[in-house]
Nanobody, 122 residues
């Protein structure tokens, strides 16, 4: 069983930055592929970024060049550094663990965090 707890969300002005963290339990966390998703009101949950156990990363086109996903296996934590934030980045952000790949496309695993709200507004 893996439990995921996100933190770091909040209110930020357009152009600002936030760093989200997702701490996982379980000694096998380091072998999992990990990902960040987001869901805006009235919208479907969408994949933002994913990272393999090897460290290879993928990003949604809408966040490329602005967001960076990283992981610290010693701390069982995955991060999402978000820069140059835009109002359209407003959403609840969720981390996911244990997914798999079809080609380069990440498919979510069973484990989800509870979500953290990110609001970008002036």
């Amino acid at each position: 069983q893996v439990q995921l707890v996100e933190s770091g969300g909040g209110l930020v002005q357009p152009g600002g930055s936030l760093r989200l963290s997702c701490a996982g339990s379980g000694s096998i966390f380091s072998i999992y592929a990990l990902a960040w998703y987001r869901q805006a009101p009235g919208e479907q949950r969408e994949l933002v970024a994913d990272i393999r156990s090897s460290g290879r990363t993928n990003y949604a086109d809408s966040v490329k060049g602005r967001f960076t996903i990283s992981r610290d296996n010693a701390k069982n934590t995955v991060y999402l550094q978000m820069n140059s934030l835009k109002p359209e980045d407003t959403a609840v952000y969720y981390c996911n663990a244990g997914g798999y790949y079809i080609g380069d496309n990440y498919r979510p695993g069973y484990y989800w965090g509870q979500g953290t709200q990110v609001t970008v507004s002036s």
